[in-house]
């Protein structure tokens, strides 16, 4: 025997809860707020939409010019199935010739992406020249410096350093396989973070307890001492830092639970080079003594900030 369900009149017609719910959608259609209703996550399957910025081309031998670069990288993204933001767009936002900033705060990272509007951009740094070698003769050669950056949170989430030196061909057969291995790895990357939201949690170490002071302002509420390093944390520039001539900051907020113990590092500034690696490394060895409040140790948030200054003569 059939269910039976019950039946309402409406307009004189006998209709069942099921159609009179799907007549009063239809009649008054979807909520006045649906567009705010959210979306869900995105996909790790739909477009990514990226951008390649103005580069930044010293050329002390001439014969590569910055649309060259651009055409060159933004086909080689376009090949990895991402989305590349119009040129005459990415124009529009951020003009040829404007300096833009290769050691920029996360906050400053997030607002160029928001103007230019993408998902992600790379930051292009070309260093062109002639070389001499030993037996006089001089070749063409250099780097090429690539920054892949995360919009949303404002992160480097990859960098390629594509050293090269010219043959017959000239340029562009000099650095296509290091622009399509760059392509591939930012493409994977990107896609990598997409949707993963930051930590900022931080284990107080110790007994368990969860209490965690911000420091972050460098304002210390009465009675509290900010945690302090038993040994000072001294990161080493890279190599490749040293061979680019690097001179940049980096900034970290750390935690540092109530045992001491480096708990979270986050890069706040970066510089790429593998620099924020080094200082990670650096304050993960380093045992601190822990913040003190009315002298009983607390886990605490604090900011560091930690200067490299290098030259292409430290590798001689």
């Known amino acids: 025997m059939r269910q039976q369900f019950p039946q309402y009149t409406f307009w004189r017609h006998g209709v069942t809860r099921c159609w009179l719910w799907l007549l009063l959608v239809g009649l008054w259609g979807l909520p006045a707020n649906a567009g705010s209703l959210p979306t869900g996550p995105i996909l790790p399957d739909e477009p990514l939409m990226v951008a390649v910025l103005p580069p930044d081309v010293v050329d002390d031998t001439g014969g590569v010019t910055p ?8 086909h080689a993204l376009a090949r990895q199935g991402l989305e590349v933001l119009p040129r005459a767009q990415v124009l529009s936002a951020v003009p040829a ?7 920029p705060t996360c906050t ?5 992406g928001a103007r230019v509007g993408s998902e992600g951009y790379v930051l292009v740094r070309l260093r062109r020249g002639e070389r001499s070698l030993s037996d006089r003769q001089t070749i063409v050669g250099g780097t090429l410096h690539l920054f892949a950056v995360e919009t949303r949170t404002g ?7 594509v050293d090269f030196t010219e043959g017959k061909e000239g340029f562009l057969p000099a650095v296509a396989a290091g622009i399509e291995a760059a392509a591939q790895r930012f493409a994977a990357d990107w896609r990598r973070v997409r949707g993963q939201t930051p930590g900022m949690g931080c284990a107080a170490g110790g007994d368990g307890a969860d209490e965690v002071l911000d420091l972050r302002d ?3 509420p009465p009675g509290v001492t900010a945690p302090v390093p038993l040994v000072r944390a001294r ?3 890279t190599g490749l830092a040293r061979a680019a001539g690097v001179t940049a900051t980096v900034m970290v907020e750390v935690c540092v639970g109530r045992d ?14 593998g620099l924020e690696a080094a200082v990670e490394k650096a304050l993960r060895a380093v045992r601190f003594r822990p913040a003190l409040r009315q002298g009983k140790p607390v886990a605490a948030w604090f900011v560091a ?6 030259s292409p003569a430290d590798d001689r």
């Open 305 to 310: 900030a930690f200067n490299f200054r290098s």
């Open 108 to 112: 400053d990272a997030r607002a160029l």
């Open 218 to 220: 460098g304002v210390l």
């Open 67 to 74: 649309e060259l670069l651009l055409a060159a990288l933004e």
């Open 260 to 273: 001491g113990q480096v708990r979270e590092v986050v890069v706040v500034r970066w510089a790429g080079y």
């Open 97 to 103: 010739g404007v300096l833009l900033d290769f050691n």
């Open 155 to 161: 992160q480097l989430v990859a960098s390629e350093h």
């Open 235 to 237: 990161p080493e520039p």
